[in-house]
């Protein structure tokens, strides 16, 4: 099994910065990507940033310039690091990854969420 677990939401003020983190545990044979999404009230959830294996990012175009995705290999974790914070960036921030993991004895590819954590961006 593999678990993902964020921290570091929170209240902030606009204008200030929050760093999220993404531990991910169990039987990790390799982490093909990981990626932080966000589901604000009333509406659907969208992905902010991505970043493979390779090292390679990808950021929707409403999410460049404030939003930085990095990793620790070492430790399996990622990182979001949000800067300039708006009140329209209040959501449940939730960490994605597309991990290879072995179940029931067969080598495969499954992904996985966190449980969420808060951000509320106060104006």
């Known amino acids: 099994q593999v678990q993902l677990v964020e921290s570091g939401g929170g209240l902030v003020q606009a204008g200030g910065s929050l760093r999220l983190s993404c531990a991910a545990s169990?039987?990790?044979?390799?982490?093909?990507?990981m990626g932080w999404y966000r589901q604000a009230p009333g509406k659907e959830r969208e992905l902010v940033a991505r970043?493979?294996?390779?090292?390679?990012?990808n950021y929707p175009d409403s999410m460049k310039g404030r939003f930085t995705i990095s990793r620790d290999n070492a430790k399996n974790t990622a990182y979001l690091q949000m800067d300039s914070l708006k009140p329209e960036d209040t959501a449940v921030y939730y960490c994605?990854?597309?991990?290879?993991?072995?179940?029931?004895?067969?080598?495969?590819?499954?992904?996985?969420w966190g449980q969420g954590t808060q951000v509320t961006v106060s104006s």
């Open positions: 994605n990854g597309d991990i290879r993991t072995v179940y029931n004895g067969y080598v495969a590819s499954f992904e996985y």
């Open positions: 169990g039987t990790i044979l390799r982490i093909n990507s």
């Open positions: 970043m493979f294996s390779g090292g390679s990012t």
